[in-house]
């Protein structure tokens, strides 16, 4: 498809054929990766993109606007994207008009110090609009190919790609996803010329002479070309840890490297392989290593404990309250862990990192664990780049293991951040053995709400209101509330429930994290009955209930994520208006998952003007198979519409 030649079709299409629903589909994706010899520098990886995009809508408007993100190192290495050429096509009075995008609504920045940012969005966009743009990618990191994605959150009506590799490198290829790709596979000769210069003469009698000679070298160039047409779209779910972890896609993992008159080089094989390599490397291995630079703190910090429960808790929080995390993610320290910990701040890695050694110089079990964190994805296969993230891990001689993140500064052990709870992470023993741990977590997480209210016959309610929250229900909530200003949250929380008025708000053990957590406040809401002559109607959880099923797909092909298990519990006691009594209220009910995965009760009863209510809904397991997606959207289906159902009052 060539650039520029658009049609009036094109323009004139008011939906999508493949899918009547999307905002944007892709009319044409592109994208050629290929390796080029630099006479200054070797191989550089080239990476060609061309993309053009139909826009039929407002709510596709979010797709008008690109980013590009360029890899970088410490040692100045950096990649680099070429001249952008992109344009917007719109059909005005039976014409193709076009408008350029200019150089000045392009922006770089800085995303972090391991990669910029490259930013355009497209001029003159409307319904029914089509853009279109392309560039070029030079990068030094022959070794890190971006993975070819085949499946977007919008259709594709026509893709192609393709990947050339000449054979000094060896790749994995890695698939992921639900669509059949098979690449088409052919051999192309490929060579490098090398001019030679050389000098002669100089001496007494003959004057300086300058010849150059030519020599070119040969190899042979791999292709793998993909090529896909009417590509559905892949939308995402709520309780999905990643989209991306189910997006169709190719990856491609460099094995070894053989170059001419050299040996040969191995990468990522074996998660064996990757393990050793990361913890051999100086900011890894070599940190864990250290440990002149804590080592008086320590000992004054633990010198007369013995018990090994106590020597945990004592270093887990002399780490969270001495170094702050900076928001940089990796499992290798930044700029080392001494200067992390004499400076109070470093990234993941030093955190982690310095926390493991000085478990270990305590005489603890302690080794770190890679983790890739559900925002980078899920690491199906060897490679060190499946990983950005590392916690500790700790085993004691009764055989408790614990698993420890000190980035966050309310996390407890065994309740790692949300960010973290990403299937398994491989364990780095020393001398780079490895093993797998689950990083789910076993213990349920609690939300116990008890509410005291009472509805006058107006439909108004007040009361009090108290929950109690354990594990991840507590570090969430510390997390939001610990850094939030105490008004706008309060505000926030008035908003969520729809304009409650909220007094005497109190939150208990903020900062004791061995406790749970107690949020109180007292409340007065409108409009939470119907009063149709004379007789109220309500349902019994009020503004708490749950009104919508999150799951909305007929089918689903990837697991339901809920993070954690937990339990949540409300008790409800409602004294209804003088003059009133109870007519009819809801039959109560026990659901239950298959396989114990979840399980519902509601009861309600009445006596007099006070009716008692008490929900229980438990989910047993973090993964929910898709296997079991039905038997969980109904489930969902049945306790909501058991919320709904209304309690009826009756003059007396």
Same mark, same amino acid.
């Given at each position: 498809?060539?650039?520029?030649?658009?049609?009036?079709?094109?323009?004139?299409?008011?939906?999508?054929?493949?899918?009547?629903?999307?905002?944007?589909?892709?009319?044409?994706?592109?994208?050629?990766?290929?390796?080029?010899?630099?006479? #200054?520098?070797?191989?550089?990886?080239?990476?060609?993109?061309?993309?053009?995009?139909?826009?039929?809508?407002?709510?596709?408007?979010?797709?008008?606007?690109?980013?590009?993100?360029?890899?970088?190192?410490?040692?100045?290495?950096?990649?680099?994207?070429?001249?952008?050429?992109?344009?917007?096509?719109?059909?005005?009075?039976?014409?193709?008009?076009?408008?350029?995008?200019?150089?000045?609504?392009?922006?770089?920045?800085?995303? /972090?110090?391991?990669?910029?940012?490259?930013?355009?969005?497209?001029?003159?966009?409307?319904?029914?609009?089509?853009?279109?743009?392309?560039?070029?990618?030079?990068?030094?990191?022959?070794?890190?190919?971006?993975?070819?994605?085949?499946?977007?959150?919008?259709?594709?009506?026509?893709?192609?790609?393709?990947?050339?590799?000449?054979?000094?490198?060896?790749?994995?290829?890695?698939?992921?996803?639900?669509?059949?790709?098979?690449?088409?596979?052919?051999?192309?000769?490929?060579?490098?010329?090398?001019?030679?210069?050389?000098?002669?003469?100089?001496?007494?009698?003959?004057?300086?002479?300058?010849?150059?000679?030519?020599?070119?070298?040969?190899?042979?160039?791999?292709?793998?070309?993909?090529?896909?047409?009417?590509?559905?779209?892949?939308?995402?779910?709520?309780?999905?840890?990643?989209?991306?972890?189910?997006?169709?896609?190719?990856?491609?993992?460099?094995?070894?490297?053989?170059?001419?008159?050299?040996?040969?080089?191995?990468?990522?094989?074996?998660?064996?392989?990757?393990?050793?390599?990361?913890?051999?490397?100086?900011?890894?291995?070599?940190?864990?290593?250290?440990?002149?630079?804590?080592?008086?703190?320590?000992?004054?910090?633990?010198?007369?404990?013995?018990?090994?429960?106590?020597?945990?808790?004592?270093?887990?929080?002399?780490?969270?309250? #001495?170094?702050?995390?900076?928001?940089?993610?990796?499992?290798?320290?930044?700029?080392?862990?001494?200067?992390?910990?004499?400076?109070?701040?470093?990234?993941?890695?030093?955190?982690?990192?310095?926390?493991?050694?000085?478990?270990?110089?305590?005489?603890? /079990?302690?080794?770190?664990?890679?983790?890739?964190?559900?925002?980078?994805?899920?690491?199906?296969?060897?490679?060190?780049?499946?990983?950005?993230?590392?916690?500790?891990?700790?085993?004691?001689?009764?055989?408790?293991?614990?698993?420890?993140?000190?980035?966050?500064?309310?996390?407890?052990?065994?309740?790692?951040?949300?960010?973290?709870?990403?299937?398994?992470?491989?364990?780095?023993?020393?001398?780079?053995?490895?093993?797998?741990?689950?990083?789910?977590?076993?213990?349920?997480?609690?939300?116990?709400?008890?509410?005291?209210?009472?509805?006058?016959?107006?439909?108004?309610?007040?009361?009090?209101?108290?929950?109690?929250?354990?594990?991840?229900?507590?570090?969430?909530?510390?997390?939001?509330?610990?850094?939030?200003?105490?008004?706008?949250?309060?505000?926030?929380?008035? /908003?969520?429930?729809?304009?409650?008025?909220?007094?005497?708000?109190?939150?208990?053990?903020?900062?004791?994290?061995?406790?749970?957590?107690?949020?109180?406040?007292?409340?007065?809401?409108?409009?939470?009955?119907?009063?149709?002559?004379?007789?109220?109607?309500?349902?019994?959880?009020?503004?708490?209930?749950?009104?919508?099923?999150?799951?909305?797909?007929?089918?689903?092909?990837?697991?339901?994520?809920?993070?954690?298990?937990?339990?949540?519990?409300?008790?409800?006691?409602? #004294?209804?208006?003088?003059?009133?009594?109870?007519?009819?209220?809801?039959?109560?009910?026990?659901?239950?998952?298959?396989?114990?995965?979840?399980?519902?009760?509601?009861?309600?009863?009445?006596?007099?003007?006070?009716?008692?209510?008490?929900?229980?809904?438990?989910?047993?397991?973090?993964?929910?198979?898709?296997?079991?997606?039905?038997?969980?959207?109904?489930?969902?289906?049945?306790?909501?519409?058991?919320?709904?159902?209304?309690?009826?009052?009756?003059?007396?």
């Amino acid at each position: 498809m060539k650039f520029g030649k658009i049609s009036k079709e094109e323009l004139e299409e008011k939906v999508c054929a493949i899918d009547s629903n999307a905002t944007a589909a892709y009319l044409y994706k592109y994208r050629r990766s290929y390796f080029e010899y630099n006479t #200054n520098s070797g191989f550089e990886l080239k990476t060609e993109i061309h993309e053009r995009i139909k826009i039929y809508n407002q709510e596709g408007f979010n797709y008008a606007t690109k980013k590009i993100r360029l890899y970088k190192s410490t040692g100045g290495n950096e990649e680099k994207v070429g001249t952008i050429k992109a344009y917007t096509y719109n059909l005005e009075n039976g014409k193709i008009v076009e408008v350029k995008l200019a150089k000045n609504d392009v922006f770089e920045s800085k995303d /972090n110090k391991y990669s910029n940012q490259v930013k355009f969005t497209m001029p003159n966009i409307k319904p029914g609009s089509v853009i279109e743009y392309k560039y070029l990618i030079t990068s030094p990191y022959t070794s890190n190919v971006d993975e070819f994605v085949f499946q977007h959150d919008i259709p594709i009506k026509k893709l192609e790609s393709s990947f050339s590799v000449p054979e000094y490198y060896n790749f994995k290829v890695n698939t992921k996803g639900f669509l059949s790709v098979v690449p088409q596979i052919e051999t192309k000769r490929g060579s490098i010329t090398f001019t030679n210069k050389s000098r002669s003469g100089g001496g007494y009698a003959a004057p300086t002479r300058t010849t150059y000679s030519t020599s070119e070298v040969e190899f042979t160039n791999t292709i793998s070309r993909y090529n896909l047409e009417n590509v559905p779209a892949l939308k995402n779910e709520p309780y999905v840890n990643n989209i991306n972890n189910y997006r169709s896609a190719i990856k491609y993992e460099l094995s070894f490297t053989k170059f001419p008159n050299s040996g040969m080089e191995t990468y990522s094989t074996t998660w064996e392989d990757v393990v050793k390599r990361v913890y051999k490397s100086s900011s890894f291995g070599e940190e864990l290593k250290k440990t002149a630079y804590f080592k008086s703190d320590i000992d004054a910090l633990i010198g007369a404990i013995s018990d090994p429960r106590k020597r945990i808790e004592l270093i887990f929080n002399h780490v969270k309250s #001495n170094v702050k995390w900076n928001d940089y993610y990796g499992f290798y320290s930044g700029d080392g862990v001494k200067k992390a910990y004499k400076d109070h701040v470093g990234n993941v890695g030093d955190i982690n990192l310095m926390l493991t050694a000085m478990l270990r110089y305590a005489g603890l /079990n302690a080794n770190p664990v890679l983790v890739s964190t559900r925002r980078h994805g899920i690491s199906l296969f060897p490679t060190r780049e499946g990983f950005n993230y590392v916690v500790t891990w700790v085993r004691l001689e009764d055989g408790t293991e614990m698993l420890l993140d000190a980035t966050n500064k309310y996390s407890v052990p065994n309740v790692l951040p949300f960010r973290a709870l990403n299937w398994q992470g491989r364990i780095v023993a020393e001398n780079g053995g490895s093993g797998l741990i689950d990083l789910y977590p076993k213990t349920k997480s609690k939300n116990a709400v008890t509410m005291m209210a009472k509805l006058d016959d107006e439909g108004g309610l007040s009361g009090s209101y108290r929950s109690v929250k354990t594990n991840h229900s507590a570090l969430t909530f510390r997390s939001r509330y610990g850094g939030a200003d105490k008004d706008d949250y309060l505000e926030k929380l008035e /908003n969520k429930y729809d304009g409650i008025e909220i007094s005497d708000y109190d939150v208990k053990n903020q900062k004791e994290l061995i406790k749970p957590i107690i949020e109180s406040y007292k409340f007065v809401k409108e409009s939470q009955a119907d009063i149709i002559g004379d007789k109220i109607y309500f349902s019994p959880l009020f503004y708490l209930r749950t009104s919508e099923n999150p799951f909305k797909l007929e089918n689903r092909e990837f697991p339901v994520d809920f993070g954690y298990p937990y339990t949540s519990t409300y008790r409800m006691i409602i #004294n209804i208006p003088e003059g009133y009594k109870i007519e009819s209220l809801p039959e109560s009910i026990a659901l239950g998952l298959p396989d114990n995965m979840g399980s519902y009760q509601f009861k309600v009863m009445g006596k007099g003007n006070t009716i008692q209510l008490s929900v229980v809904s438990n989910i047993n397991q973090a993964i929910i198979l898709p296997s079991h997606y039905e038997a969980l959207k109904e489930y969902f289906n049945t306790f909501i519409r058991k919320e709904t159902e209304q309690i009826v009052l009756t003059k007396a």
